[in-house]
């Protein structure tokens, strides 16, 4: 049975079926929303609940608009771009030597040869990300290894769409995504004490999540800040 109603100018679509919980999703590309709900669940009902999710509702469309907003960089002066939580306006320099990247106060120097292709320009400024990761993750590591009595052998740092990280508890290995750099710290200990606790439990369970607790008491409020702080294009005037 599917019905629809309107909550302002959200329109929300309600499809009652043989299910035991009510459950609320928006949905990409234009943030639709739609309720799943049991079957002798009333409207009003229903309606109560969609009011009582609409801060969440609104949230969630706001973040699909900034998707569809994103667009590719360019590497113009007074783009902004992200370094351990901080956000930097990128000064680009031609210069005929090696590519270098330097901050300082609220800039990021983006010195490169003349001509080179906004694909180059990428390709250096990611590099440099990684290479940021690859300073920090060891600390991390090397911090956590005795508190949690686990031994990673190996660490990877690389472009991932979909994950923050990954572990592969057979190799000992973790793999960490190189946006992670531009995020604050803590949220890079997160992910690595996340992937390393893999290490002691393969799967999202129970026990995963009171090592969780015990490891990182607030990384719940470290996993929404991840899914929360912008990483991508932003224009930023001052
Ligand atoms: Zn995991």
Not at 142 to 152: F, R, S
Not at 157 to 176: D, E, F, Y
Request: glycine fraction near 2%.
């Amino acid at each position: 049975m599917v019905t629809h109603f309107d909550l302002g100018d959200i329109a929300v679509d309600v499809v009652q079926k043989d299910i035991k919980n009510i459950h609320l999703s928006v949905y990409p590309p234009a943030g639709k929303v739609r309720i799943s709900a049991p079957l002798r669940m009333d409207i009003d009902t229903i309606r109560v609940f969609a009011i009582t999710k609409l801060d969440w509702i609104k949230r969630q469309q706001q973040k699909l608009r900034e998707q569809a907003r994103e667009t590719p960089r360019e590497y113009l002066d007074r783009e902004s771009h992200y370094v351990w939580g901080n956000r930097y306006l990128l000064k680009v320099i031609e210069k005929d030597t090696a590519p270098e990247i330097e901050l300082k106060h609220n800039k990021m120097f983006l010195q490169i040869r003349p001509a080179t292709s906004d694909g180059r320009k990428q390709e250096i400024l990611e590099a440099w990300y990684r290479e940021q990761l690859k300073e920090a993750v060891p600390l991390f590591i090397a911090k956590w290894e005795p508190l949690m009595g686990v031994k990673v052998e190996r660490f990877f740092v690389q472009r991932m769409k979909t994950k923050w990280g990954s572990c592969s508890p057979h190799s000992n290995s973790i793999r960490l995504n190189t946006d992670l750099a531009k995020k604050p710290p803590e949220c890079l200990e997160y992910i690595v004490v996340h992937e390393m606790t893999h290490l002691l439990e393969p799967t999202h369970n129970s026990r995963f999540i009171i090592f969780m607790d015990q490891f990182i008491p607030k990384w719940r409020f470290y996993k929404e800040e991840l899914n929360r702080l912008p990483v991508r294009h932003e224009n930023w005037d001052y």
